[in-house]
């Protein structure tokens, strides 16, 4: 029943009713964790292992957020902070080359923290757009204004999380 979906934790490890739930017949899809899940590395790494073991699957999806910038869910100081797509779209405006080598690079060392402690997917890059008057949810975690930047950014970022063996999911679809 639970095959479709992807669910959230409680906390920093499984409660017992999430692994009597988990481990039955009613698997989700995956699981997306949130800066409660988190601790620190070792932690982290212990419990996508315990998702894994079980689910009976080692091909479980592990689902986050950490696009750079306001949204990382994992945190200095274990975790590198990372710019706001709008500082790499700033870099774009400047030099396009150096804006989406930036742009894959972000994505690639981001790839190379989540992989590290077992995560597989990362919700972002986001291609929403900066507009005037829009809701300040999005502000500088867009890279720009012009679709068409948006576009070569999003595409290197999602690059480079893919180089890095991670699994891009772009947002924000209407």
Not at 70 to 93: C, E, M, N, T, Y
Not at 127 to 137: K, N, P, S, T
Request: net charge positive.
């Amino acid at each position: 029943m639970l095959k479709q979906i992807i669910v959230p934790l409680q906390g920093t490890k499984l409660t017992p009713e999430e692994r009597d739930l988990f481990s039955g017949p009613n698997q989700p899809f995956g699981f997306i964790l949130f800066a409660r899940n988190y601790e620190n590395p070792e932690q982290l790494n212990a419990l996508t292992t315990q998702l894994r073991t079980v689910t009976k699957r080692h091909d479980c999806a592990i689902l986050i957020d950490q696009e750079g910038g306001r949204v990382q869910r994992l945190s200095h100081p274990h975790f590198q902070k990372f710019p706001h797509a709008s500082d790499i779209g700033s870099l774009f405006d400047r030099d396009k080359e150096k804006g989406i080598r930036a742009s894959w690079l972000m994505g690639r060392l981001i790839a190379h923290d989540l992989k590290s402690v077992g995560i597989t997917i990362n919700c972002a890059p986001v291609c929403d757009l900066r507009q005037e008057g829009a809701h300040e949810i999005i502000g500088q975690r867009s890279f720009h204004k012009n679709p068409q930047i948006v576009s070569q950014l999003a595409s290197a970022y999602a690059e480079g999380l893919m180089a890095g063996g991670i699994l891009p999911i772009i947002k924000h679809l209407p």
